[in-house]
């Protein structure tokens, strides 16, 4: 007779609670390969951790992806308010700021996570670190139990059901790099195609520009094929070839997908996007009357931080000139042009070691939306970023992994329950 009911692998956001959602009703073992749990958790939100968005779902939806009625049965399980509720009472008061993202009052992470920790151990929850999972072994349609590495030795674990919760791809040195995917395939189910998400994307043949940039209020237009297909308004970054910060990660997902199918992609930042086009040039015209000697330079020093007066120039074929008096018509035309829609074409993207997210994973269609248990599998339940679900940045992404690990948690215990009846 197996030690534990339930065995869930992975001890990120969705595992914990998984675990111990999963303990109020089983003995539940929760195996974690890295030195103690929730690595990646502890670094969300720049180290403050946005926890998730107080969206009512008919906005919230919006912001997951690829189909957001799949996750719906588990957001309604475990909601935004539910989360909020459930982390108070844990010890983590929270606080909601601009753009409706909540947040510890604490802005640590490390509470979260901490309080997490507690949590699952007062729940009865027996947590095991350095135990990494190398294989599911099944039986037909069941896992029976899984092998597991600690401390360079190999043993078998068995359990009545599985959770994997495994996360994805990315910050692989937080410990998640993939395994669940790799298992889930060898069983027979569809993984959808994997690709970084909330990414940093590369600009080709820059002009020099600034190593390291933020420009605030300012507005992105993705281009796919020439055609304007999402846009972003707030905060990015520009670090030498490559452009972050959050409104150029909030338009990655789609960038990211039109690259991998041959798109043409740019990104049209508009520097000034609260003046309108004639009020930029009443008062550029207005400057250059001011003082015809001045150089070009020192007059879109006015409009620009420093370092983007040079790429700026460059970027409008001005080099050469010098004085604001011997500009033409056409030169303050480009002038304008790349005040308000400089383009700037997109060659790449970053890679999974700075991705927010993964996009891809196991297919919800081989899931029970209502249980997140595999068609596939019996005894086999799916939570966090190892599903094929994503969203935006906005606390999001942290209330996929909390509300599919509470579902999976919850499914995995009434399923044991469930069997147990039945075979007594
Ligand atoms: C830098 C950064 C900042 C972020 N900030 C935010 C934010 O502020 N808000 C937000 O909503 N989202 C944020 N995210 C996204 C969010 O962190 C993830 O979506 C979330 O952590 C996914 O949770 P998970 O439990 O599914 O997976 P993970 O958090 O990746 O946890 C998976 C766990 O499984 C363990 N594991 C993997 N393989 C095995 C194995 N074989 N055996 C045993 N254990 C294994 C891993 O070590 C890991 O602990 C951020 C992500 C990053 C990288």
């Known amino acids: 007779m197996p030690a534990f009911d339930v065995i869930v692998i992975g001890a990120g956001p969705a595992g914990l609670l998984a675990a ?41 939806e919006a912001h997951i992806f690829p189909v957001a009625r799949l996750f719906r049965p588990a957001f309604m399980q475990f909601s935004n308010t539910a989360l ?15 753009g409706r993202r909540v947040f510890p009052v604490s802005s640590r992470a490390q509470d979260v996570a901490d309080a997490l920790v507690r949590w699952v151990q007062r729940q009865g929850v027996a947590l095991r670190c350095h135990s990494e999972v190398t294989r599911l072994i099944t039986e037909g349609n069941t896992v029976t139990a899984v092998e597991v590495r600690h401390n360079g ?10 959770v994997v919760a495994t996360g994805g791809l990315s910050y692989p040195a937080t410990g998640s790099t993939g395994d669940g995917f790799r298992w889930a395939e ?78 043409r992609v740019a990104l049209r930042l508009n520097i000034k996007p609260a003046l309108s086009e004639q009020q930029i040039v009443r008062r550029l015209e ?22 983007l007066v040079m790429p700026c120039m460059a970027q409008a074929g001005l080099g050469s000139v010098k004085t604001v008096a011997r500009l033409t018509d056409a030169d303050l035309e480009r002038i304008i042009t790349v005040l308000t829609a400089w383009e700037l074409p997109v060659s790449g993207y970053g890679g999974y070691e700075r991705a927010i997210v993964t996009a891809g994973g196991v297919s919800m269609h081989d899931v029970y939306h209502k249980t ?13 970023e190892t599903l094929d679900l994503n969203a935006d940045t906005g606390g999001y992404n942290l209330q996929i992994a909390f509300s599919t690990g509470y579902l999976a948690g919850k499914s995995a215990a009434s399923h044991i329950t469930h069997h147990t009846l039945r075979i007594t």
């Open 372 to 384: 997140l248990r595999s068609r596939i599998i019996e005894n086999l339940f799916f939570a966090g």
């Open 153 to 162: 030795q190999v043993q078998t674990v068995a359990g009545h059901a599985f």
């Open 84 to 98: 909020v509720r459930f982390l108070e009472e844990a010890g983590v008061p929270t606080v909601e700021e601009r």
């Open 20 to 60: 111990g959602e999963a303990a109020r009703q089983c003995r539940v073992l929760l195996l974690e390969k890295m030195e103690k749990p929730a690595r990646k958790l502890r670094i969300t939100g720049k180290g403050r951790c946005n926890i998730t968005n107080t969206d009512e779902w008919s906005a919230f």
């Open 286 to 307: 207005r400057e250059m009357n001011e003082s015809a000697r001045q150089s070009i330079a020192a007059l879109l020093r006015r409009w620009l931080p420093a370092s």
């Open 186 to 263: 060898d069983i027979g189910h569809t993984i959808t195609p994997l690709r970084p998400s909330l990414v940093a994307l590369t600009i080709a043949n820059p002009p020099a520009l600034p190593e390291s940039l933020t420009l605030r209020n300012v507005s992105l237009t993705l281009l796919i094929d020439g055609r304007p297909a999402d846009e972003a308004f707030g905060e990015m970054t520009f670090a030498g070839t490559t452009v972050d910060g959050p409104i150029v990660l909030r338009l990655s997902g789609r960038a990211v997908d039109a690259l991998r199918q041959g798109k």
